[in-house]
């Protein structure tokens, strides 16, 4: 992932247990942290105000927040309720860290000065809890789990459920990512060969593309304008660009 002000990348490396961070221009590294604690790095985020870098860890079962600018340890969360953690993201102030833990089949946000605890959801709804991310406002946070085949969308500082969507058409929904205008809602659901845009207000379908062009959907992206939406598919072998408005 870049900085935000596009001066730095930081990269997990899940075969190496290490991240590091180096500088966007030149791959020149700034620091690197490797090792056990490290084990399967897979989830990633810079905080809005560039200041933190979070990363979750497959095998120690952790959370850890550091500082940017060193790597230096601020917190780490680690055990049995952070089993498999996955996607790692801020809010856009920057207080906030909502992580999607896909083996304890919770979804949990923290406060980023000292790690505490604002809320968590546990339970089959969230089994492979897999994607996770803010609106552009903070008001809420949306969830993608993969083995509970659903996206719901809560209320980011207490967790109360706004709607929830689940069934063959969401099989194995692994992101979600909020328009610029946080009018949207892009998922990309890996067995269902499909990429949705739904409403944000109240999850009706807006458009879906689905089929073998789409096999085996991964990431995707909102331009910074909003007018596009890229996506990447990994069975295929193919990304695409599209309009969001069709």
Do not use: Q
């Not at 992580?99 to 304890?104: E, H, L, Q, V």
């Not at 505490?116 to 789990?145: C, I, M, Q, T």
């Not at 009018?183 to 944000?200: C, I």
């Not at 458009?207 to 069975?235: H, K, M, N, Q």
């Amino acid at each position: 992932v870049f900085s935000p002000d596009g001066k730095y990348v930081a990269v997990t490396c899940f075969i190496a247990d290490s991240i590091e961070l180096m500088f966007a221009n030149s791959g020149e590294r700034i620091w690197r942290k490797s090792g056990g604690e490290y084990d399967g790095a897979i989830g990633i985020a810079c905080s809005p105000d560039g200041r933190y870098i979070a990363v979750s860890s497959n095998f120690p079962n952790s959370i850890e927040l550091m500082r940017a600018e060193d790597g230096s340890r601020l917190w780490r969360k680690a055990g049995g309720e952070w089993l498999r953690p996955r996607g790692v993201t801020f809010s856009h102030d920057s207080k906030y860290l909502a992580a999607a833990i896909y083996g304890a089949d919770a979804v949990e946000v923290m406060r980023v000065e000292d790690g505490a605890r604002l809320w968590r959801k546990h339970g089959v709804e969230y089994d492979g809890a897999h994607g996770v991310a803010f609106s552009p406002d903070d008001r809420y946070l949306a969830v993608a789990s993969v083995f509970a085949d659903s996206i719901e969308l809560m209320n980011a500082k207490t967790g109360a459920r706004i709607w929830r969507k689940s069934g063959a058409d969401w099989d194995c929904a692994a992101v979600v990512m909020f328009a610029i205008d946080g009018k949207y809602l892009a998922v990309t659901s890996f067995l269902a060969d499909s990429v949705e845009l739904m409403r944000v207000k109240d999850g009706v379908r807006i458009w879906r593309r689905s089929g073998s062009e789409f096999d085996g959907t991964g990431g995707c992206s909102f331009s910074p304008c909003g007018v596009y939406l890229a996506v990447g598919c990994v069975i295929a072998d193919a990304y695409e660009i599209m309009r969001v408005e069709d």
